[in-house]
């Protein structure tokens, strides 16, 4: 199985799925109308957890993200990430094989502008992740990216965190969470 990048420098080019593992790589137009939202990316750092296939993080090197971070567990992920990375010429990753919730405690070198994630449907984590990453991974109007099943609520967002939108494509519910910057002059 392949999909293609929608947009950019990397359009029209196909990314294959890692043989013998169970990716559910994000849908052709669920990745269009997520990347339509966040408009232009030029110049922005991202974190793809969970990534899989890498077609969140690829699409976003393709449309000119200063930098992405690939995040995944399995060995023979980062190394399917690594060919595939090497195969289209993209110099502004970096590949890391690690869980998720151990690569968020440590801490923070720089925020990201835009975060990934996808876990696998089940996993319940997203709710363990969500203070990690508030906790300096990101900047101050950051977007993360969450997939899950389209009947599994969105809760347990920290406090300055907004749903900003929330869609649905067949089984899988797609959402963009923002931090929400502090106004200045608020009393509070």
């Known amino acids: 199985m392949s999909v293609r990048i929608v947009a950019g420098r990397l359009r029209n080019r196909r990314i294959e799925c890692p043989k013998g593992q169970s990716t559910r790589p994000t849908l052709e137009r669920v990745r269009e109308a997520l990347f339509s939202i966040l408009g232009d ?10 990534a899989g296939s890498g077609a969140l993080g690829f699409e976003a090197l393709s449309r000119g993200a200063a930098h992405v971070t690939f995040v995944d567990r399995e060995p023979r ?38 975060v990934f994630l996808d876990p696998p449907f089940g996993a319940e984590v997203l709710p363990k992740l969500y203070p990690r ?56």
Do not use: M
């Not at 990316?41 to 969970?50: H, L, M, P, S």
């Not at 289209?88 to 070198?109: C, N």
């Open 41 to 50: 990316i030029e110049g922005n750092t991202v974190v793809d957890f969970y």
């Open 77 to 114: 992920v980062a190394r399917h990430l690594a060919e595939t990375l090497e195969r289209l010429g993209g110099a502004d990753a970096r590949i890391v094989t690690s869980d998720a919730q151990r690569y968020l405690e440590r801490a923070p070198q720089q925020p990201f502008d835009v």
């Open 133 to 188: 990453l508030a906790a300096g991974w990101l900047s101050s109007r950051g977007f993360v990216y969450v997939e899950c099943p389209a009947d599994a609520p969105v809760s347990s967002l920290p406090e300055n965190w907004l749903l900003y939108r929330s869609k649905r494509a067949g089984q899988v519910g797609y959402h963009l969470l923002q931090v929400s910057a502090p106004s200045f002059g608020d009393p509070s």
